[in-house]
């Protein structure tokens, strides 16, 4: 739990205290007066940067319970801004809190209105707080934060009065339905003598206020409970009991008890009481304007910066730790599977011993006399190419071969220089041409007797063609070559004054493909 | 914000970025050492599953063995399985071209390379490579040519593949029964394999 400074200002004195894990500590009373603050700012300096909370006990206080049409976001805020210009003008201690919605109809939102009138009270202490580096974290009105002790108390009653016997008068805050609705601070006598008469009337008082403000007739029954911190109101008590009031009076061993407080620390100061509520639960009503709490805003946004980093450091860590067990969990893992894996090497050399001399092992044995029947079963020759080359010609007696090439790779043999190009390394796996190889050839020959018949020789290198279409060995032959090529996409020139009958023969070329063999 | 409180958030500000990159930073190696060993600890239970699989199929590698290790013994003296024989291939030439008869053969081989085919022959821990050899001769017709490969394959000298042949008619063929009317341009591809790794081998 953060470390706090917690201070309770009244008319009179100041009360401080430190706030450690949960406990107050270093409590101290200053009076209200320059030497007092003086004395405040030493305590104050050894307060390291812990943010203050301040509570203030006096009579210039003021509560209203207003109801507004019902809003939300910036129409809220404007509104409330509005309502507090309009009550506090002149006093830069005032606040607003939500505390419901009306049953009525159009559930109009409940604001209890609240203000600190004499600011002259608070501002010697807090500059003593800034002086000193100390983040404000806010300034309160005593009442606000004895709602903490109504649940402590565990009071059912629908109307309680809280009454306490402060040095400076009789506080008086009354609870609704467990719900804060007003308190007063009456400067009554409060020596022993006249304390018991002082109380009862200002409960009289403080009820007939009560019906003034239709808070509480005065025939609802309401129950007072009577703090007293210095045992010294059991008379008190009876006083109240004896007029027909329902009085519980809790003493100082049972304010300790039920705030877990050293009754010590009480008898130094009944505002040790309300530094205790106020270290355990701060309130939401705080009057300090943005400019006092302006340091306790950097403060908060520092200590979430720290927040995050350890929460970033912890997650860091927890994750890498995570990780890092996970990977000496693997590790063992991976040891155990090598062991195992090596016992099982080791009865596997055992059984090899037992194995046929080898040279390599049995899947290579297997492998290599599989590749090599399978290469000598897969080889093309080139027979076959010859023989459809062959019957072709049989039937073509005019025609004679010049060149003939063949070849068993990706793509079709190539009709450049037919001799040049058995040289040629096979194209690489890819190579345009398709992906699988084939048989293909090319055919260079001469058409006899040519005399210069074009139409003749054309018409004989056509049939050859078409008899090895026919072969059923032949998938493809193309003509690329004729004596005369008349095709329109090229350009002809020749002249007529040419005697066909000197140009004797008439060469062609073919570019043969086999088919795959199934 | 103002200048004052940026001042005074510089320093947490700065806490935050150092956690996170140290955080980020220790996440992330942490992580990779987790997903090294990770990868350790997969590849080693495949290595224990190949040595259960090697185990437990121990009696059909002795079979295998049996069945395989006479004829594998004599594609290595074939010189299709080791180094290359390039000796033994011009011998084989040689006496190829003795037998048919031929008027002999100009030769040249280039450097060896892998096979380009062989992955269709699915050569599993086989390295196939082949060299290609030109060869440049005379023949009288077509038919010494096949004669010719028959008594070259006959030698088994070694396993190749014809590949590519061009037989042109010669101008100067003159009225000479036993002159060369052909001449042939081929090239084959002389294949050899090479085991790899040979795990599990008890020469």
């Not at chain 1, 009138?117 to 580096?133: K, S, Y």
């Not at chain 1, 009442?143 to 008068?169: F, I, W």
């Not at chain 1, 008898?267 to 270290?279: C, E, F, K, N, R």
Request: charged share 20%; aromatic share 6%.
């Amino acid at each position: 739990m953060a470390n706090k400074l917690l201070l309770c200002i009244s008319a009179n004195q100041a009360t401080a205290a430190r706030w450690r894990s949960g406990r107050l500590t270093d409590c101290a009373v200053f009076d209200n007066s320059e030497a007092g603050v003086a004395e405040f700012r030493d305590y104050a300096a050894t307060s390291g940067n812990a943010p203050a909370f301040v509570i203030v006990d006096a009579v210039e206080e003021d509560y209203r319970i207003e109801t507004l049409p019902h809003a939300t976001g910036s129409d809220r805020a404007q509104m409330i801004d509005r309502k507090l210009r309009q009550y506090y003008r002149g006093s830069p201690y005032s606040a607003a809190s939500l505390i419901g919605r009306d049953s009525s109809k159009r559930r109009d939102d409940r604001f209890l209105f609240s203000a600190l009138t004499n600011a002259e009270m608070v501002d010697p202490w807090l500059a003593v707080l800034t002086e000193c580096g100390l983040p404000v974290g806010g300034v309160y009105l005593l009442p606000m934060v004895t709602a903490g002790l109504v649940e402590a108390l565990g009071e059912k009653a629908s109307n309680l009065l809280l009454v306490a016997v402060q040095p400076v008068g009789i506080r008086l805050t009354f609870f609704r339905a467990n719900a804060f609705r007003l308190s007063r601070l009456s400067r009554s006598d409060t020596d022993t003598s006249a304390r018991d008469k002082a109380v009862i009337d200002e409960i009289s008082n403080t009820r007939l206020y009560l019906h003034a403000l239709r808070a509480a007739t005065l025939d609802e029954p309401v129950s007072v409970v009577l703090l007293d911190h210095a045992d010294e109101l059991g008379e008190t008590t009876r006083a109240i009991r004896e007029a027909n009031l329902q009085c519980t009076h809790v003493g100082r061993a049972a304010l300790a008890s039920l705030l877990k407080i050293d009754p010590e620390l009480l008898a130094l100061s009944p505002s040790v009481l309300y530094l205790q509520l106020l270290g355990a639960r701060v309130p939401s009503n705080n009057l300090a304007p943005v400019r006092v709490t302006a340091g306790y805003q950097r403060y908060q946004t520092r200590r979430q910066l720290f927040i995050a980093s350890a929460a970033v450091a912890v997650i860091g860590i927890a994750w890498s730790g995570y990780n890092l067990g996970d990977r000496y969990a693997l590790q063992n893992r991976t040891e155990d599977v090598t062991r195992q894996t090596a016992r099982v090497n080791a009865d596997y050399q055992q059984a090899t011993l037992q194995f046929p001399s080898a040279p390599t092992s049995a899947e290579n044995l297997r492998k290599a006399t599989e590749l090599a029947d399978r290469l000598r079963t897969t080889e093309v020759r080139p027979q076959g190419f010859l023989e459809v080359v062959m019957r072709a010609l049989e039937s073509s007696p005019d025609i004679t071969l010049t060149e003939l090439g063949w070849q068993y790779r990706k793509g079709e043999f190539e009709t450049g220089t037919v001799a040049a190009g058995a040289a040629n390394p096979a194209p690489a796996s890819g190579a345009p041409g398709g992906d699988l190889r084939k048989q293909s050839g090319l055919i260079t020959g001469q058409v006899q007797d040519f005399r210069g018949d074009f139409r003749k020789a054309i018409a004989s290198i056509n049939m050859l063609a078409e008899h090895l279409r026919k072969d059923p060995a032949v998938e493809d032959v193309r003509v690329v070559q004729l004596p005369l090529d008349v095709s329109p996409k090229i350009a002809l020139t020749g002249s007529t004054t040419d005697v066909p009958s000197q140009a004797n023969t008439a060469e062609f070329k073919l570019v043969i493909v086999l088919k795959q063999p199934t | 914000m103002t200048g004052a409180e940026l001042k005074a958030l510089r320093g947490p500000l700065l806490v935050l970025v150092l956690v996170l990159a140290a955080a980020g930073a220790a996440i992330y190696y942490s992580n990779v050492l987790r997903g090294q060993s990770q990868t350790v600890l997969v590849q080693q239970q495949n290595q224990l599953r190949e040595a259960r699989t090697r185990m437990q199929r121990s009696g059909d590698e002795k079979a295998i063995i049996v069945q395989y290790v006479d004829k594998y013994r004599q594609l290595e003296n074939s010189g299709f399985i080791g180094d290359e024989q390039r000796i033994n291939w011009l011998a084989a030439l040689r006496n190829a071209n003795e037998r048919t008869d031929l008027f002999g053969i100009n030769y040249e081989i280039a450097i060896q390379q892998p096979y380009p085919y062989a992955a269709d022959l699915n050569p599993g821990q086989i390295s196939l490579k082949q060299s290609l050899m030109k060869l440049d001769f005379r023949i009288l017709h077509e038919g010494d040519l096949l004669r010719f490969f028959d008594a070259l394959r006959a030698q088994n000298s070694g396993l190749f593949h014809l590949e590519r042949c061009v037989m042109r008619r010669t101008e100067d063929g003159g009225p000479l029964r036993y002159q060369p009317n052909l001449t042939a341009v081929c090239q084959l591809a002389w294949i050899t394999a090479t085991p790899e790794a040979p795990s599990g081998a008890r020469p």
